[in-house]
C-alpha cells in the first residue's frame, strides 16, 4: 500500500490562528506535534516504510512541510514530496500523484493507495488502523473505499454518506449528501444509516484511472496522454473539482466502511472545542487566563492576559494582531469574517499573513507600515 497525503489547504475557517501562510495543519495547538505530523506519524504505521509516502502540496507551504518532517526526524529525501503549480482541488491533486507514482517510482496498477488529508485528529489509532486494512481488502476486489464516521450530533459542517447494501465489509454508498440544514442534520442523525464523510479513501491505481475514464474524461486524457512533467507544466488546465463529484458520486463501485473512531477534521473552533482536554466547568483554557464564574467557554491566548467574567458559552482567540470572540455553535461563521476581510483593501492581508511572517529562510514581524514603508524584524 502507498499513502497519498494532501497537505496543500489553506484552513481560513480556524482564523485568526490559521492563515494562509500558516494553515491548522501545520499549527500545533492540539499537542506538541501538528496535525500534519500527527498524520505522517499514523501512516507510518499502515505503510512498510517512508518510501511508501508521498505528500501533495503547495509551493508556499514546501518549507512548513520540510521543517516538520524534520521535527520528527524525517528527511526530505527519504519521503516523497511534490508540490502542485496551481490549487484544483482533491482529483487532480489524486491524479498527479497516481501518475507520479506509476512512471517516477514504477509502481504496479494493482497497487493499493491510501488518500488522507493531513488536519484530521484521530483516535485511537490501533482501531484506524484496522479499518484501513478491511478497506485495503475491499479495494483488492476492485472497489473504491470511502470511510464514514459515525456521528455523534446534528452536524452542519460535514458532507454526509447515505449508507445502502450491506457487505461483507462495509456497505454500499447509496449517496453522498452535501452539508445539511440543521433540521436536515436532526433528520439523518434520527435515520442512523448515514455517517459524515471523512475525506479519506482507498483504491487500486487501476479502479480509480478506470473511473477517471468513465465519469471524468477530461482529467483522466491529461494524465493519459501526458508525462508527469507535462502534466505539471499543465496543471492549470486540469477540471477544478473534487473527488467527491469527479469520482466517488458517480461510480457504482463506492463502498464505505463505518468507522467508530474519535475522529475530527478541525474544520470549526467549534469542532476544536470538542475534541480539546477541559476543566471541570467546560472550558478550555490556553495561555494566560483568568476566569471567573465561566463555562463552556475556549479561550486560547497568545501573549496578553485575557480576563472573562460571567460568560458562558464564547469562543475567544487572541493573536497578536487579532482579536476573535464568538458564540459557541456558530463557529462555521468565520469564514463570513474572512470574506469581509478579503473585501476590504485595508485589512486584506490579515487572511494571508500573522504579525509573525514565516518564510523558507526564516520568519519576521511587521513592527510598523505606512503607505512608502515597512519597518520589519527578522527573527
Not at 499502515?46 to 512541510?65: M, S, W
Not at 493573536?319 to 478579503?342: C, F, P, S
Request: charged share 30%.
Amino acid at each position: 500500500m502507498k499513502a497519498i497525503i494532501l497537505a496543500g489547504g489553506s484552513g481560513t475557517r480556524l482564523f485568526p490562528l490559521s492563515r494562509r501562510n500558516l494553515p491548522k495543519q501545520f499549527l500545533k495547538i492540539w499537542g506538541e506535534k501538528s496535525l500534519f505530523q500527527q498524520t505522517i506519524e499514523r501512516v507510518l504505521k499502515v505503510v512498510k516504510n517512508k518510501q511508501d509516502i508521498l505528500i501533495l502540496t503547495n509551493k508556499d507551504y514546501l518549507f512548513h512541510v520540510i521543517d516538520q518532517l524534520r521535527e520528527i526526524n524525517i528527511l526530505e529525501e527519504e519521503i516523497h514530496i511534490i508540490t502542485e503549480p496551481v490549487i484544483r482541488n482533491t482529483a487532480p491533486a489524486i491524479a498527479l500523484a497516481v501518475k507520479f507514482l506509476t512512471e517516477k517510482t514504477g509502481i504496479d496498477h494493482s497497487e493499493i493507495l491510501f488518500v488522507t488529508p493531513s488536519d484530521h485528529l484521530i483516535s485511537p489509532v490501533c482501531d484506524f488502523i484496522d479499518y484501513i486494512n478491511q478497506a485495503k481488502k475491499l479495494s483488492e476486489k476492485g472497489y473504491l473505499v470511502t470511510f464514514g464516521i459515525k456521528p455523534t450530533k446534528p452536524e452542519t459542517g460535514y458532507g454526509y454518506i447515505e449508507l445502502g447494501e450491506s457487505l461483507d465489509i462495509g456497505f454500499k454508498v447509496k449517496r453522498f449528501h452535501e452539508k445539511p440544514s440543521f433540521e436536515k442534520a436532526v433528520e439523518y442523525l434520527n435515520k442512523g444509516n448515514f455517517y459524515w464523510n471523512s475525506g479519506m479513501f482507498t483504491f487500486s491505481v487501476k479502479a480509480i484511472l478506470e473511473e477517471f475514464n468513465r465519469h471524468c474524461k477530461d482529467l483522466y486524457e491529461m494524465v493519459k496522454d501526458n508525462t508527469y512533467e507535462d502534466l505539471i507544466e499543465n496543471f492549470h488546465n486540469m477540471p477544478e473539482i473534487s473527488i467527491d463529484y469527479a469520482v466517488m458520486g458517480k461510480t457504482d463501485r463506492a463502498v464505505v466502511i463505518p468507522m467508530d473512531i474519535t475522529w475530527s477534521d478541525i474544520g470549526s473552533w467549534d469542532s476544536l472545542y470538542e475534541v480539546m482536554p477541559k476543566d471541570n466547568r467546560g472550558n478550555v483554557k490556553i495561555g494566560k487566563v483568568i476566569d471567573v464564574n465561566t463555562k463552556d467557554t475556549m479561550i486560547i491566548g497568545n501573549k496578553r492576559l485575557i480576563a472573562v467574567v460571567e460568560v458562558e458559552n464564547l469562543i475567544v482567540v487572541e493573536t497578536e494582531d487579532v482579536i476573535l470572540i464568538a458564540k459557541r455553535d456558530e463557529g462555521q461563521k468565520v469564514r463570513e469574517v474572512v470574506n469581509r476581510l478579503k473585501e476590504n483593501k485595508e485589512l486584506s492581508h490579515l487572511v494571508d499573513f500573522h504579525t509573525i511572517v514565516y518564510r523558507p529562510w526564516g520568519s519576521y514581524t511587521d513592527f510598523e507600515k505606512g503607505e512608502r514603508y515597512k519597518i520589519k524584524k527578522s527573527l
